[in-house]
């Protein structure tokens, strides 16, 4: 059974062709990266316009990689949610009318759904039930799987998501975007007991918070003459650092205020701030699938979303398994990131069970799994 499965749920625009939920036949990617870059984070009008003109050419390449024509298809599964609207419209627009055009039956897909599906498409598949934790840009959350559509969520964030707080550190540090890759490229050189910044393990909770540790970072950068800030007059203030400064405007009870740049820090020590943000985070990520782990008594855990990529994550969720005996299913990095074939993944799954879509299918952009 083929599946053609399409994602535009945030900037990049994928499609893949997956055999019965477990192999890949086919799977394109088209990244933004370089387009959003220099605005130190995504940009979702542009993400959509791009969309827009990859979309055709995105998906006609993974059909000629896969050699086939749209008769062997048995659907065509989207993802239409969570992500930034603009960007799922796109996708799910263009899924519709190749559906009406061509006649084939449409299944819609929850994005984090394709995230837990996408340790299904690697040779070794955990077997019923699991804890999945999820960990990308947009998302933190643990969650039970007792099988295909029974989840039960454990933990979520309460505020930042774990790669949100990657880039926001990033852009601070003036590291650049996207900030989990840089960060963790930089923290391989530093010393992550340097700086001993907060983990909020939140007691009694399996939820996730990341902001105080974002501002945590702040303040030890501004402590060690990272960032400088004086008044200036009309209501204006900027944050001056040698090599690049930021503005902030005052008005109407709001300040909104930039921080662009490292300051004179040395390149010693933003490897060390890199390091010891990054042991922070990981630390809590540790904690809490743990905790749910002996909560739930389930010793099968995977791993999935961007963040998953990370090495030092990798690294101790691997030794956790070791020392534990916990089965762990971490997908490949390629498949951590947002694809399409995880969406055809758990589209396999939705039409198996004949969760059909309606060609009056909408995007959602606030999705719950």
Request: glycine fraction near 12%; proline fraction near 4%; hydrophobic fraction near 40%.
């Amino acid at each position: 059974m083929l599946i053609l499965g399409i994602d535009t749920s945030c900037d990049d625009t994928s499609a893949a062709v997956v055999e019965s939920g477990t192999k890949i036949v086919s799977n394109v990617i088209s990244n933004q990266t370089e387009i959003h870059r220099r605005y130190g984070g995504i940009v979702p009008e542009l993400a959509s316009r791009r969309h827009v003109e990859m979309i055709w050419p995105v998906v006609d390449e993974a059909m000629k990689e896969a050699g086939i024509g749209y008769g062997e298809l048995a659907c065509i599964a989207v993802c239409h949610g969570p992500g930034l609207i603009g960007s799922l419209l796109v996708g799910c627009s263009f899924a519709k009318a190749l559906c009406y055009a061509k006649k084939i039956p449409l299944v819609a897909v929850n994005h984090l759904e394709g995230h837990i599906y996408s340790s299904f498409l690697e040779e070794k598949k955990p077997d019923y039930p699991f804890i999945a934790l999820i960990v990308s840009g947009g998302h933190t959350c643990l969650c039970r799987v007792d099988g295909f559509g029974r989840y039960r969520e454990l933990g979520r964030t309460r505020d930042d998501a774990a790669g949100e707080a990657y880039d926001k550190v990033s852009k601070l540090l003036g590291l650049g975007y996207p900030g989990g890759p840089v960060i963790d490229d930089r923290a391989r050189t530093g010393d992550p007991r340097s700086i001993d910044f907060p983990r909020a393990y939140l007691p009694d909770s399996l939820d996730f918070s990341f902001s105080g540790l974002k501002t945590a970072v702040l303040q030890y950068v501004k402590t060690v003459g990272g960032i400088e800030e004086k008044e200036l007059p009309g209501g204006f203030a900027s944050s001056s650092s040698g090599r690049r400064g930021a503005e902030r405007f005052k008005g109407g009870g709001i300040a909104a205020k930039i921080h662009r740049g490292s300051g004179s820090l040395t390149p010693e020590q933003i490897s060390d701030i890199c390091a010891s943000f990054q042991a922070a985070v990981v630390d809590v990520l540790m904690k809490k699938t743990e905790w749910a782990v002996r909560n739930e008594g389930i010793q099968r855990v995977t791993l999935s979303g961007g963040v998953a990529a990370n090495s030092e994550l990798r690294k101790r969720m691997g030794e956790m398994a070791e020392e534990t005996g916990i089965e762990l299913f971490m997908p490949s990095r390629s498949l951590c990131t947002d694809n399409a074939a995880m969406i055809a993944a758990a589209g396999y799954h939705r039409f198996k069970a004949g969760h059909l879509a309606s060609l009056g299918l909408n995007p959602v952009a606030y999705l719950p799994l």
